[in-house]
């Protein structure tokens, strides 16, 4: 079968997102789903994003499905970080903020520009390891590695005082 060329513009993932949360995707019709994103397609730059996303959810979909499924929204967002974590091998505290929770006052603390102690201590030795190696980053980098050494709290963030 001659894959179809296809572009983000054409908008096709939107159907591969609402086929893959669908009532439809099992176990049995996840290979389908998954042989479709990857033989159909021509992908170019953005559409191998997509349909690397949209087999992941589907996979996911498929697995909540069966006798050992019915995750929990906690377990869903737990799941939300491992992906971050394991896929673009991030390491150490991250914060994801949505800004739509800015309407709700009761979400002001996730908005503070603050760092807890822990954090800004691993940033410092983050810091001293970067500049052990000579040949480790740019000038401008170095400085300012220097400078969160010096004590200066990156982009107007502030130490959190514990309460």
């Given at each position: 079968?001659?894959?179809?060329?296809?572009?983000?513009?054409?908008?096709?993932?939107?159907?591969?997102?609402?086929?893959?949360?669908?009532?439809?995707?099992?176990?049995?019709?996840?290979?389908?789903f998954?042989?479709?994103?990857c033989?159909?397609?021509?992908?170019?730059?953005?559409t191998i994003?997509?349909?690397?996303t949209?087999?992941?959810?589907?996979?996911?979909?498929?697995?909540?499905k069966?006798?050992?499924?019915?995750?929990?929204?906690?377990?869903?967002?737990?799941?939300?970080?491992?992906?971050?974590?394991?896929?673009?091998?991030y390491?150490?505290?991250?914060?994801l903020?949505?800004?739509?929770?800015?309407?709700?006052?009761?979400?002001?603390?996730?908005?503070?520009?603050s760092?807890?102690?822990?954090?800004?201590?691993?940033?410092?030795?983050?810091?001293?390891e970067?500049?052990?190696?000579?040949?480790?980053?740019?000038?401008?980098?170095?400085e300012?590695?220097?400078?969160?050494?010096?004590?200066?709290i990156?982009?107007g963030?502030?130490?959190?005082?514990?309460?």
């Amino acid at each position: 079968m001659k894959r179809k060329e296809i572009t983000e513009e054409m908008k096709i993932h939107e159907e591969w997102y609402k086929e893959a949360k669908s009532k439809g995707m099992s176990f049995e019709t996840l290979p389908e789903f998954l042989k479709k994103l990857c033989e159909n397609y021509t992908h170019d730059y953005g559409t191998i994003c997509h349909a690397l996303t949209a087999g992941a959810i589907a996979t996911m979909w498929a697995m909540n499905k069966t006798d050992q499924g019915g995750i929990t929204g906690f377990q869903a967002s737990c799941i939300m970080w491992e992906l971050i974590k394991n896929w673009m091998s991030y390491e150490g505290p991250m914060k994801l903020l949505q800004y739509d929770e800015m309407l709700y006052p009761q979400n002001e603390e996730k908005f503070k520009t603050s760092i807890s102690p822990e954090t800004w201590e691993r940033i410092k030795e983050k810091a001293r390891e970067g500049l052990a190696n000579p040949q480790c980053g740019s000038p401008k980098v170095r400085e300012h590695w220097q400078s969160i050494l010096r004590g200066v709290i990156p982009f107007g963030y502030c130490l959190k005082m514990k309460e």
